[in-house]
């Protein structure tokens, strides 16, 4: 069914990059909006970027904004966040979704950490 596997987190300094990776299967990708969603210990779940389905328009939290790319390849089923600039506070677990039929789906998250 539904599965989303995130990839490409790590350790970086701040004012390094790192490029995540989303591999979706199970549903016809191409039809649906994805989104990069992250939670931080002790805070609430926010969205930090969203694409549609064709991958022209975009949106960002204000947090990110100027720093972090979404994209999508709908021939490999996979959307990507690119992000530049990282900071501390950028520090947490980020996870791929989707929202199909009402329900939302998750990946199992990828850590990322922005420490010197």
């Given at each position: ?27 016809t ?59 501390p ?28």
């Open positions: 069914q539904v599965q989303l596997v995130e990839s490409g987190g790590g350790l970086v300094q701040p004012g390094g990059s790192l490029r995540l990776s989303c591999a979706a299967s199970g549903f990708f191409s039809s649906y909006a994805m989104s990069w969603y992250r939670q931080a210990p002790g805070k609430e779940r926010e969205l930090v970027a969203g694409i549609i389905k064709f991958g022209g328009r975009t949106n960002y939290a204000d947090s990110v904004k100027g720093r972090f790319t979404i994209s999508r390849d709908n021939a490999k089923n996979t959307v990507y966040l690119q992000m530049n600039s990282l900071k506070e950028d520090t947490a677990v980020y996870h791929c979704n989707v929202r199909i039929m009402a329900i939302n789906y998750w990946g199992q998250g990828t850590q990322v950490t922005v420490s010197s």
